[in-house]
């Protein structure tokens, strides 16, 4: 069951479903800014302007979209593993 608590009333169920809708994609955001940061470390990062936080979430965001898309191209993915590997026995 799940409960869902809003400020004022709520006066059609459109309005509803939008509140709702607006939650979930709120959410989505602040799950992933969340796992960027714990994954990638941006945390470790000091920056002053915020500019530069801008262009690193954003230079963050962009490798996160890449990575997703070798994982899930088999191919890429496999030519990526042999490469690290052969990488790993030189050194």
Same mark, same amino acid.
């Given at each position: 069951?799940?409960?869902?608590?809003?400020?004022?009333?709520?006066?059609?169920?459109?309005?509803?479903?939008?509140?709702?809708?607006?939650?979930?994609?709120?959410?989505?955001?602040?799950?992933?800014?969340?796992?960027?940061?714990?994954?990638?470390?941006?945390?470790?990062? %000091?920056?002053?302007?915020?500019?530069?936080?801008?262009?690193?979430?954003?230079?963050?965001?962009?490798?996160?979209?890449?990575?997703?898309?070798?994982?899930?191209?088999?191919?890429?993915?496999? %030519? %990526?593993?042999?490469?690290?590997?052969?990488?790993?026995?030189?050194?």
């Amino acid at each position: 069951m799940l409960y869902f608590m809003s400020e004022g009333h709520i006066s059609s169920s459109k309005e509803a479903y939008f509140r709702i809708s607006s939650y979930f994609s709120r959410w989505k955001i602040e799950e992933s800014y969340k796992f960027m940061k714990q994954q990638f470390g941006i945390e470790k990062c %000091l920056v002053r302007r915020f500019e530069s936080l801008r262009t690193l979430l954003g230079m963050v965001s962009f490798c996160w979209n890449v990575l997703s898309q070798i994982e899930s191209d088999v191919m890429i993915s496999k %030519l %990526l593993e042999d490469m690290a590997k052969k990488r790993e026995i030189r050194q």
